[in-house]
């Protein structure tokens, strides 16, 4: 029964991607698109990932939004995202700007490549973090949350099954930019920020029942590592 509530779960992340998958692949939105110049291909695809994920939350839940992270947070847990947020986000980029010095990437992400600043908060920091949070903590993690007691203890700290899955989930799509052309040093980079922000996320997601402080780490790792990008490009240059 908890295998198959673990593979439900994982169809449910295949399903919204496929869709997403779908809607950019068709164009449907291509008009759209040519109306707002700075809504991407990437930007499409968040909207389409969001749409997907919210009609499903709306039919699983059976109008409990409150077990699907939809519920306020308290000021010490928003809090408490902030610094611990900003503590990892800051030493995994650390990590990332040492071994991406070592091993340039080929490179650069396509959805920072030629952006203005104002597109990328608007595009990255924002919408990103939200259609990305509600998508993996919110549908994924809470409909495994009944598999919440099977976890592993790292450094003291409890990771349960649901948070452990979604943040690998959530790393593993990101293997897609290889599709793109991103290079593999900098798609490895990714994935494995990605994954650590999915662990922290993850863990606050549950540990405070909202989405909120998910979506507030969400954003510090992606506003980190627009800066990590920029430093690194003075530098360079």
């Known amino acids: 029964m908890k295998f198959m509530r673990l593979l439900t779960g ?13 809607v950019v692949s068709t164009g449907v939105l291509s008009e759209i698109m040519e109306r707002w110049a700075w809504l991407s291909a990437g930007t499409v695809s968040q909207f389409s990932m969001l749409a997907a994920s919210l009609l499903l939350i709306l039919g699983l839940s059976r109008g409990r939004l409150g ?5 306020p947070a308290t000021g010490r847990e928003v809090r408490l995202a902030l610094i611990y947020g900003s503590a990892v986000a800051v030493a995994v980029h650390v990590v990332l700007a040492v071994v991406w010095r070592l091993i340039p990437p080929s490179s650069g992400h396509p959805e920072l490549a030629g ?30 949350d009944p598999l919440k007691e099977i976890g592993t203890t790292v450094f003291g700290i409890r990771f349960s099954l649901p948070v452990v899955t979604g943040a690998v989930l959530f790393g593993a799509m990101h293997i897609m930019l290889l599709t793109l052309g991103t290079g593999g040093a900098l798609v490895g980079g990714i994935v494995g920020s990605a994954i650590a922000l ?15 402080p998910a979506i507030v780490i969400h954003m510090l790792f992606n506003i980190y590592g627009s800066v990590s990008h920029y430093i690194q490009q003075g530098l360079m240059g």
Not at 10 to 22: D, N, R
């Open 67 to 71: 077990d699907y992270g939809f519920r």
């Open 10 to 22: 994982v169809l449910l992340w295949v399903l919204v991607l496929v869709v997403t998958s779908l």
């Open 115 to 144: 952006a203005s600043f104002l597109r990328i908060v608007i595009t990255v920091w924002v919408i990103a973090s939200i259609c990305e949070e509600i998508f993996l903590r919110g549908l994924v993690q809470s409909f495994l």
């Open 198 to 212: 999915g662990m922290v996320a993850g863990y606050f997601r549950e540990r405070s029942g909202s989405l909120l």
